[in-house]
């Protein structure tokens, strides 16, 4: 018997999967008992779950539940967590309607508690015996007193396994979640403005009518574009892009037509344009605004007969695309400097699009800023850092000219340069003073502002503020201030040392330990 448990531990323990576990379990048992019939169970909310079966008509036994209010062997082991012997025919705990289509019945049935590490009962194995005579069990004492220690190192190896399958399928959601996060493009919003962009984007997405998205540089057309490319029908088909200011005439002409071997000196095979692999799905020309006026002429062709040409061809192609475009231009001015044409303006604006500046919409500032501080967090594998209130504040009242594409390279730039968890105002002094001394290197650097107020709302926060209002100094610490100080004199002496030093009245080395301490590096 010794090397039988020797084998029945070493079988289960070489194993994770809980269902190829529960097989091995069972059968062991059963082999043990000399008898074919059997089941585990566990026990659930409202009753008791068979999660494995062998035998004669296992398959119709596993997966089903006894109700917890029906009388049942099972039941009854997992409620008093005791091993029992039940004759079928003679115990009103048997749940005789569970056999009562089967062919074979139960003469016998040895069934056993499963017990977690903490004592708990968890579920319950049942051995059954169905020979005529119901004497295959051996239920000798002793031999019961082994199986039963048995069926507890077995009872531990399937919950282990059950607890390590649930961590691995959490673990897998997580990481899912995490690559969703890492690639999500943002298409959050909560202003009235975002929402009527949303609200039409998915009503446009059940037609096939072309869309004409417009919006200042940074708003989000081609993220919007895919968003009505993913509610639409052609969901399941490509959504390529092309834009048209990249790249020049010629090569954005094969680039969406293609061209057929020999057409130019190059053209050593044929290449198949962006409209003939887009087939069935959709086509998103960013930048339209700035395409060629003899290309705008063939687009206005594939609009009107959905046909193709490619370069150095002789016959046209069907094809089935569905334009969506984009352009940060005004195009009726442009058709008035005769740089559109107007035919093909008309048949692009079918369905129009405009897309507020983020100016307009700065309920969606701070979401865009969670969004973007969570996603390149991930990313880069470092701790959530968050942003203070006098941080925010300064956030949401900044033009943001470059709208969502500004703040997401903000947000990018200031979790790098920030080593502590949290981004405070004079933190952002890091980034936006720099931007302004790109921008207008004549003028002296300054030290941020205190928290902009509701009255400054339609301002651009200032950083260079009157030092002379006693007011400047509210919401600072001291630390703080000593930290705006020392950056002030950085950024006006060109991070040259020893002038800040200098003009702050203290040696070097004095400068240099401050700059340690309050933990500002260049």
Not at 167 to 186: F, G, P, Y
Not at 341 to 359: S, T
Not at 455 to 460: R, T, V
Not at 494 to 519: C, P, Q, Y
């Amino acid at each position: 018997m010794s090397h039988t448990s020797f084998s029945f531990c070493k079988a289960l323990s070489s194993e994770l999967d809980p269902e190829k576990l529960h097989q091995k379990f069972l059968s062991s048992l059963l082999e043990l008992q000399n008898v074919e019939r059997g089941s585990i169970w566990v026990k659930k909310r409202d009753g008791y779950l068979c999660v494995e079966a062998a035998g004669d008509q296992s398959q119709r036994i596993k997966g089903v539940t006894i109700r917890a209010d029906r009388p049942s062997i099972v039941g009854w082991v997992i409620e008093n967590g005791k091993m029992t012997i039940s004759e079928p025919g003679k115990d009103e705990r048997h749940y005789k309607a569970f056999e009562a289509d089967m062919a074979v019945k139960s003469r016998l049935i040895l069934c056993f508690p499963l017990f977690l590490k903490s004592g708990e009962v968890y579920g319950a194995v049942q051995l059954i015996d169905t020979s005529a005579g119901g004497d295959r069990l051996n239920l000798d004492k002793d031999y019961l007193d082994l199986l039963q220690n048995l069926v507890d190192i077995g009872s531990i190896v399937l919950s282990n396994s059950l607890v390590y399958m649930d961590q691995v399928k959490e673990n897998l959601q997580l990481k899912q979640t995490l690559d969703s996060i890492r690639r999500e493009e943002a298409i959050l919003g909560k202003s009235e403005a975002f929402l009527k962009v949303l609200k039409a984007a998915a009503d446009y997405a059940r037609t096939d009518f072309p869309v004409l998205i417009t919006g200042e540089s940074g708003t989000g057309k081609e993220v919007i574009a895919k968003e009505i490319h993913r509610l639409s029908p052609r969901a399941d088909k490509p959504f390529l892009v092309q834009n048209c200011s990249a790249i020049p005439e010629t090569l954005l002409e094969s680039e969406l037509f293609g061209y057929q071997k020999g057409a130019f000196t190059g053209a050593i095979k044929d290449k198949v344009g962006l409209f003939e692999a887009a087939n069935e799905g959709t086509v998103f020309l960013d930048e339209i605004g700035d395409m060629p006026l003899q290309l705008q002429a063939r687009i206005l062709r594939i609009i009107q007969n959905s046909e193709i040409k490619p370069l150095g061809g002789t016959k046209t192609r069907k094809i089935n695309v569905r334009i969506l475009s984009a352009t940060n231009k005004d195009l009726k001015e442009a058709i008035a400097r005769e740089q559109f044409r107007e035919d093909l303006f008309y048949r692009l604006n079918v369905l129009p699009l405009h897309l507020p500046p983020l100016r307009e919409r700065k309920e969606d500032i701070l979401l865009l800023l969670d969004h973007f501080l969570t996603r390149e967090s991930l990313k880069m594998g470092i701790p959530l850092k968050k942003l203070n209130r006098a941080a925010m504040d300064y956030l949401l009242q900044y033009s943001w000219k470059g709208n969502i594409r500004e703040l997401e390279n903000f947000v990018k730039h200031i979790i790098v340069v920030v080593e502590g968890p949290r981004i405070t105002r004079d933190d952002l002094f890091l980034h936006f003073q720099a931007a302004q001394l790109d921008a207008a290197p004549a003028e002296p650097a300054s030290l941020p502002t205190a928290p902009v107020h509701e009255a400054a709302a339609q301002q651009e926060p200032s950083l260079q503020p009157d030092r002379t209002d006693p007011s400047f100094f509210e919401g600072y610490t001291w630390e703080g201030l000593e930290k705006a100080y020392v950056l002030y004199l950085l950024e006006k002496n060109r991070w040259h040392i020893t002038r800040a030093a200098r003009e702050a009245g203290v040696n070097r080395s004095t400068f240099d330990s401050r700059m340690k301490k309050l933990g500002i590096r260049k």
